[in-house]
């Protein structure tokens, strides 16, 4: 767990060592999931959660001090999975290699499901979203440092604006996902890796 991420979760009322008490825990954890995805996190309450996993409210809040603490600790060391997988430029079929990554990703985010959830929280939660932007600029910041090393190598555009293209890329890949999730189609992923990696290679050097 990071500091930062330590810092949105707080500390516990108390962390189990036992067993069943684990279990209870991990209970309540799905619970949470399935119910903020399925009601919302406003909708959903801490006698919601207890109810769905089969435990005392007051259970609850023997583990949780309240459902943004529950939210967080499914969070703890996953922030970086809802962002745009770093590409690999050096591999013989790029366009191949980053449509394996960008449909891996998707598979993440919709078995996890909480990126709806986050939308709806980060108005609302300046600490979330600091952390989120956080995350973010990281991700981007090592998409950046892959294009500078490809470019030093002669393998891209000469003109390449690094910054540009970064950030154009994290944006392609989150707003492919988001149609996708609220349209109910399917994301060609090949075709969004061949877009992306056409900002990226002069025809001379990467040949479909």
């Known amino acids: 767990?990071?500091?930062?991420?330590?810092?949105?979760?707080?500390?516990?009322?108390?962390?189990?060592?036992?067993?069943?008490?684990?279990?209870?825990?991990k209970a309540l954890l799905e619970s949470g999931r399935i119910l903020f995805i399925d009601k919302g996190y406003e909708q959903t309450t801490a006698k919601d959660i207890a109810a769905h996993a089969g435990?005392?409210?007051?259970?609850?809040?023997?583990?949780?001090?309240?459902?943004?603490?529950?939210?967080?600790?499914?969070?703890?060391?996953?922030?970086?999975?809802?962002?745009?997988?770093?590409?690999?430029?050096?591999?013989?079929d790029p366009v191949s290699l980053l449509a394996k990554m960008l449909e891996e990703h998707g598979k993440r985010l919709n078995k996890l499901g909480l990126h709806r959830v986050l939308q709806e929280l980060l108005p609302k939660d300046p600490e979330l979203a600091?952390?989120?932007?956080?995350?973010?600029?990281?991700?981007?910041?090592?998409?950046?440092?892959?294009?500078?090393?490809?470019?030093?190598?002669?393998?891209?555009?000469?003109?390449?604006?690094?910054?540009?293209?970064?950030?154009?890329?994290?944006?392609?890949?989150?707003?492919?996902?988001?149609?996708?999730v609220q349209g109910g189609g399917h994301v060609d992923y090949y075709q969004l890796a061949k877009v992306i990696c056409r900002m990226v290679f002069p025809p001379e050097v990467h040949k479909e």
């Not at 939210?71 to 690999?88: A, K």
């Open 1 to 25: 767990m990071t500091e930062r991420e330590d810092l949105l979760v707080g500390n516990f009322p108390i962390v189990p060592k036992q067993k069943r008490a684990q279990q209870k825990r």
């Open 130 to 180: 600091e952390a989120i932007s956080a995350a973010r600029r990281k991700i981007q910041t090592r998409i950046y440092s892959g294009l500078k090393q490809a470019f030093e190598k002669g393998w891209t555009w000469k003109d390449l604006d690094f910054d540009t293209v970064s950030w154009s890329i994290m944006t392609l890949v989150e707003n492919a996902h988001e149609k996708e």
């Open 55 to 92: 435990v005392a409210t007051g259970t609850f809040y023997r583990y949780f001090s309240d459902k943004r603490q529950l939210l967080m600790s499914l969070l703890e060391d996953r922030i970086e999975e809802f962002f745009p997988p770093e590409p690999s430029w050096s591999t013989p």
